[in-house]
């Protein structure tokens, strides 16, 4: 029995019923192409540990969202070649998205965004996408795969138009893919921003968070920090003006390496998986 699998059976938090669950979470602990700091394999299992520590009443929009309105599903453990991880991927958001729940992927390295980005696309048309992140990760293929950590963008673009938010490494070969990109330093300090990337945005989105995104003092804990990185409020707020205009259909939250002698980061992306849920909840209303 793997980690993952034995952290679910004993678990109390989290749902026990699939059918009355509308929010399904599912962890692809999967490592195989990052090219820098390892450790995003843990990465899921820190956000699910984390979460139940929450106080789940959030004091901004006094909303609730408890852990038992969400089905954890077991791991997809595929560990060999990314192709077949992205395969597998999206397989199992498929067949979630045909039950009508809304589906949360936590990774993992970038690469496994790719199968549920496939599936979202699938199942939503006038979708667009929406990157938060460091690097702009639209290499054609690195180090012989399509699916690299590296190339997560670039599959993007093959189904959806895409909206880039705090990227602030681009190599030279990827300036051609750049489609719409607020980067880091035209953004840094300034305000109305968030209201032009909602707007840049079809009417179903789709996001996709590399924790990476944050600066690298607040989160360190990424396989490839970078320094000039946006704060926390910078991205929620995002994150709400695309909730209050929008319909977003799915999200994952990658990359989170945790370390032992700092839990504060792990804190951060289960804090941030539960205020995207709380917006969602609000703002699907109107």
Known sequence: MSSGEKYLEESEEF???????????????????STYGKGADKGPKAIIDAYPNLEFYDAETKEEFYPNKIFIDKPILENS??????????????????????????GGEHSVSVGTIYAHAKKFKNMSILQFDAHADLREDYHGSKYNHACIMRRAQEVSKT???????VAANEKNNLQKVFFAHDIAGKSGWQKKVADSLSKNVYVTIDLDVFDSSIMPSTGTPEPGGLNWYEVVNTLKEVAKTKNIVGFDIVEL??????????FLAAKLLFKLLIYKKLYAKK
């Open 81 to 106: 070649s990314p192709d077949k991880m992205v395969e597998e991927v999206k397989k199992r958001v498929e067949s979630h998205l045909s039950k009508n729940k809304f589906v949360v992927l936590i």
């Open 257 to 266: 390496c945790p370390k032992k002698e700092n839990s504060a980061p792990d």
């Open 163 to 169: 909206v880039q938010v705090g990227i602030r490494s």
């Open 15 to 33: 749902s026990k019923n699939y059918d009355l669950s509308d929010t399904v979470i599912l962890s692809v602990p999967y490592d195989k192409t």
